[in-house]
């Protein structure tokens, strides 16, 4: 067996230890939180590694390197779910609509407007999860509740663009206090929005790297995003 292999298999191994040890100490279940596989940059092969070591979810960041790397992933990988977290401009949202089952950086007004305008191309309705900018200076995102709630009425409605839930990404830190208030302040969202719009569904709470995963799951993430805690060697 390759060396990688047991590298990519042992990392996994080793994040889901710490990942039920959070859960245990959030009284949750382990059930309740998705493992993903950020393989952007990531070559094929060490996507397949992670595959068979479990990993059935998986985040790019960038339309043309997944529509590349990706193009006949269904056959490749029975069962796997690709996810766009990266931001992303109007001109790809047509090729992303076509692509991806989840895109998880609706972080703006005119970006719905521009899939509402292409979704009709869906045969199944692409879920979409609302970003809320919590502290990460270079990210972008809806900038409060009251801007989650226009982007809410927006896609209410929708045959073909399903909202799922909200995403986050945390001040890049080693203060655990600040990084548990951004994550706190996405949870009170999500609250806030259930009482808002009862029909609509906000579950998926999409919060949580490699380095503050931990903290992400005892503030009640139900997926979490693992790049280099995954597809590095240590």
């Known amino acids: 067996m390759h060396k990688q292999s047991l590298t990519i298999a042992g990392n996994i191994e080793r994040i889901e230890e710490r990942l039920i040890r959070a859960c245990d100490r959030a009284g949750r279940k382990r059930v309740e939180v998705t493992l993903m596989g ?25 339309v043309k390197e997944a529509t590349e790397k990706f193009a006949d992933y269904n056959d490749i990988f029975p069962g796997m779910k690709l996810h766009l977290i990266g931001a992303l401009q109007r001109n790809k949202a047509k090729n992303a609509l076509a692509f991806f089952d989840c895109i998880q950086s609706v972080d703006r007004l005119e970006l719905i407007e521009e899939l509402l305008k292409n979704s009709s191309m869906r045969k199944i309705p692409l879920e979409v999860l609302l970003e809320l900018h919590t502290g990460e200076e270079t990210k972008t995102g809806f900038a409060d509740t009251d801007s989650l709630c226009r982007a809410v009425d927006l ?62 799951v005892e503030e009640g993430s139900t997926l979490i995003r693992i790049g280099s805690a995954i597809f590095n060697e240590s």
Do not use: H, W, Y
């Open 155 to 216: 896609l209410a409605g929708s045959e073909n663009l399903k909202i799922a839930g909200l995403m986050t990404m945390a001040p890049f830190t080693a203060d655990a206090q600040l990084i548990r208030s951004s994550f706190r302040q996405v949870a009170g969202a999500q609250k806030e929005l259930e009482k808002c719009f009862p029909k609509e569904n906000f579950s998926c709470l999409s919060m949580g790297m490699s380095n503050d995963f931990e903290i992400a």
């Open 38 to 62: 950020v393989s952007k940059f990531v070559p094929i092969t060490n996507i397949k590694e992670a595959f068979n070591a479990g990993i059935r979810c998986f985040g790019e960041s960038r």
